[in-house]
Structures are given as structure tokens and as C-alpha cells.
């Protein structure tokens, strides 16, 4: 592996943050060896894992961080698997198989407002090209035992999908243990990852979804119990019943609008509520007029908000979930070629996929 046979250009796609169906392929210069400044390593990408941020940006309406112009042109996408060719860094050698990370900066601790004009992807170029210059703090090394479409789908979803049940637990939290029910809301990307992590951690695990098939394809990955969410609209009295009248633990919240009220009806008195995301719509809830406070108070829970996790959290989820003898293995719905990155991006919008969706770069 080395930049010996690397191509004078490369192609990238772009998006003018104009919709999916506008984004650009287009070929530019390779970076070369001599443009590595102390520190930095030179990537070839062979896989980029789709998130729904991904399809945010491409449509202009990614809203957490707005220091690029509403028309400024951007390399979207921030998950990618890839090897490094050339290095100036004393940490990464040439070779070694590498994952993104999310917000450059973020290393440890809470995460600032410098840290999110660090987010691979928007605000700063991302990873749906061929090669990419990296500092080596914006990278992991791979586990060993993840394909690279796999290794891929780790950065978001299943950072996210980490802290969402962590961020306040030491480690081996004595606490977690099947009596710890952990929420999941649909089947996309984040939720999937919950359930692998859950089941990793000895957690019971309740998933929803408006597909029956999608609940039966999560209940072999080793969901426990599955509550289809369409023809169960009062899926928070069936969370309660399945808990004895408990509740859950931990719920991800990453449905938003339709979801959240509903969230707070079947939460355990005291649990925790990690505010993830917003599929089902970002105004506020339509069918209720209640005030946060008066839902958090109601059962005295905490609403966490999530924004993914920094590096060391990163790590941290690989040495103890991504070790070849826990057996995580995320789940790829569908893989697809460089040249049809809008068709992937397309897909994913619509919500059909179970669990990730990844484009082949290399
Ligand atoms: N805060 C963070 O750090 C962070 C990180 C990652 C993602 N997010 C956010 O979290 C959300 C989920 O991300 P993702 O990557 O998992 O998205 P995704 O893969 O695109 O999720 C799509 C799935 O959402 C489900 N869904 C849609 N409407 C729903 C509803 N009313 N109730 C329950 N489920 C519903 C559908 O599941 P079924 O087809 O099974 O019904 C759909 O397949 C997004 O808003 C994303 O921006 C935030």
C-alpha cells in the first residue's frame, strides 16, 4: 500500500446543499504525498456509510451548524472505512485500515461549538471521494474482524448509539443487566446499532417499527421484544405492559415530533430519555400541547441531548463491543457503487432500509 500507483486525479461528489437529485461527480487532483503536513495521513476510502444527516445536508436543511452559506458547495458524508497510503504521523503507519470520526476536534469530554465546525462532512469537506487528507486525531484504527462496508457504519450510528446508552455510566456499569430495558424507535441505522450494543451489554431490548418484516429480521439480531408502531399506535401502553408496568430504562429518541410525547408516557420513573434525532418531523409535537418540563417531571426522568461522542468514546466502544469475541457485527442493508451515490442517497430518505446503507469507494 503506498501512493506508488495512485492516479494524478481522483472523483468526488459535491452537493451545493440544492437535493440529492443535484449532486455532482466531478474529478479533481489528487492529494499527494508532499501536501501532508506534520501529522497528517493520506486516506484511500473504500467505504462510506450513509446517514441521515448525510441527506440533510445534500437537501440544505442540515441545521446544527450553519458556518458554510446556504449555497455553498461541500464533499458530503462523514463515515468512511479506508486504508492509509502516505504518513507524516508517529501514530498511523502506512497500511493501517482507519475509520473517520465525526467532529475532528472532539476527543474527549463535552462536546462545544468548536468542535461541531470540526464535523466531517459540513462544515468541512467529507468523505465521498476517493482519497482524503486526515490529521491522525480524526481517525481509529478499524477492528480487525469488520469487512470494511461494516467497519464503515461505525463513526455515527453506533458512537451515537454508544453514549445514547453510556454517556452518564461509567463503563461496566453494575447497573446495566437484563432488568435494564433500553427503547429502541424504528429500524434505521441508529436503533439497529442499539440493539447490537444492547445485546453486547446484557440489556433487554424493545423495538418498534411500521414494518412487520423489518421487526421480525430485528428479533433475529436478538431483539426481545418488537411492537409494530402502525398498527399499534399506542405503542407506549404496550412498552408498559412488556416492562410490568416499569417502563424503559433508556429510550432513543430519534423519532422527534410523532414520538416524543409518547417517549415520556412509557419511560421508567427516573430513566433516561437520550434526545438523538428527529425522523418523524422536527416541529414540535403535534398531537400535544404539554410542556417539556411537565413531561420530564412527570416521571422524573432526564432528557439527555446526544451529539454522537468524542474519540476516546469512539475507542472505548471498540475495545469492549468490537472485539472479535463479542461478535458485533453491524448490519449493511444494501451496498452501492460510487457512480450511483444519489440512488443511495435516495434510499436512504425514503426509510427502507434495516440498518445501514454504505456506497463502495474503492
Ligand atoms: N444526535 C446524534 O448524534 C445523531 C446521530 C445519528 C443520527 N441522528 C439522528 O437520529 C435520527 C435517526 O438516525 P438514523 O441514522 O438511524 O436514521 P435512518 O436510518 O434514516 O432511520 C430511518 C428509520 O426511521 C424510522 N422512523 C420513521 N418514522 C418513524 C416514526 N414515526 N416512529 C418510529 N420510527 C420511525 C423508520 O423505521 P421503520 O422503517 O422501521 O418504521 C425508518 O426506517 C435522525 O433524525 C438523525 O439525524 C442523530
Aim: charged share 20%; net charge neutral.
Amino acid at each position: 500500500m503506498s501512493t506508488k500507483d495512485t492516479p494524478s486525479t481522483m472523483r468526488q461528489w459535491t452537493t451545493d446543499q440544492k437535493g440529492i437529485k443535484n449532486i455532482k461527480l466531478e474529478e479533481v487532483k489528487t492529494p499527494s504525498e508532499s501536501d501532508l503536513k506534520e501529522g497528517e495521513v493520506l486516506v484511500k476510502i473504500t467505504c462510506v456509510s450513509l446517514n441521515y444527516r448525510d441527506t440533510e445536508v445534500c437537501n440544505g436543511t442540515y441545521g446544527h451548524h450553519r458556518s458554510l452559506s446556504q449555497d455553498a458547495k461541500v464533499v458530503p458524508c462523514s463515515d468512511m472505512c479506508g486504508a492509509v497510503i502516505a504518513s507524516k504521523s508517529s501514530s498511523l503507519k502506512v497500511g493501517t485500515r482507519v475509520l473517520s470520526t465525526f467532529n475532528q476536534s472532539h476527543l474527549t469530554g463535552q462536546v462545544t461549538a468548536k468542535d461541531l465546525a470540526t464535523g466531517t462532512g459540513f462544515p468541512l469537506p467529507g468523505v465521498l471521494t476517493q482519497y482524503r487528507v486526515f490529521p491522525d486525531h480524526a481517525l481509529v484504527t478499524a477492528p480487525t474482524h469488520l469487512t470494511n462496508s461494516e467497519a464503515s457504519t461505525l463513526p455515527i450510528a453506533f458512537v451515537t448509539a454508544w453514549t445514547s446508552i453510556n454517556y452518564f455510566q461509567p463503563l461496566h456499569n453494575p447497573h446495566h443487566s437484563p432488568n435494564t430495558t433500553l427503547l429502541l424507535l424504528g429500524t434505521g441505522g441508529v436503533s439497529i446499532a442499539g440493539v447490537l450494543l444492547g445485546k453486547a451489554l446484557g440489556l433487554t431490548t424493545i423495538i418498534t417499527s411500521s414494518s412487520d418484516q423489518k421487526l421480525q429480521r430485528a428479533k433475529t439480531l436478538g431483539a426481545d421484544h418488537i411492537i409494530n408502531y402502525r398498527t399499534t399506535p399506542n405503542w407506549d401502553d404496550k412498552v408498559l405492559e412488556l416492562t410490568g408496568d416499569k417502563g424503559a430504562d433508556i429510550v432513543f429518541e430519534t423519532g422527534g415530533s410523532q414520538t416524543i410525547e409518547k417517549s415520556f408516557n412509557c419511560v421508567a420513573f427516573g430513566g433516561l430519555i437520550s434526545a438523538i434525532g428527529y425522523v418523524s418531523g422536527k416541529e414540535e409535537s403535534a398531537e400535544s400541547k404539554v410542556n417539556v418540563n411537565v413531561l420530564a417531571l412527570r416521571r422524573n426522568v432526564t432528557l439527555k441531548g446526544i451529539l454522537n461522542g468524542p474519540r476516546d468514546r469512539f475507542q472505548e466502544m471498540i475495545d469492549v463491543a468490537f472485539q472479535e469475541d463479542k461478535g458485533v457485527k453491524p448490519v449493511v442493508d444494501q451496498v452501492f457503487e460510487f457512480e450511483q451515490a444519489r440512488e443511495a442517497l435516495k434510499y436512504l430518505e425514503s426509510g427502507s432500509h434495516f440498518g445501514k446503507v454504505v456506497i463502495k469507494v474503492g
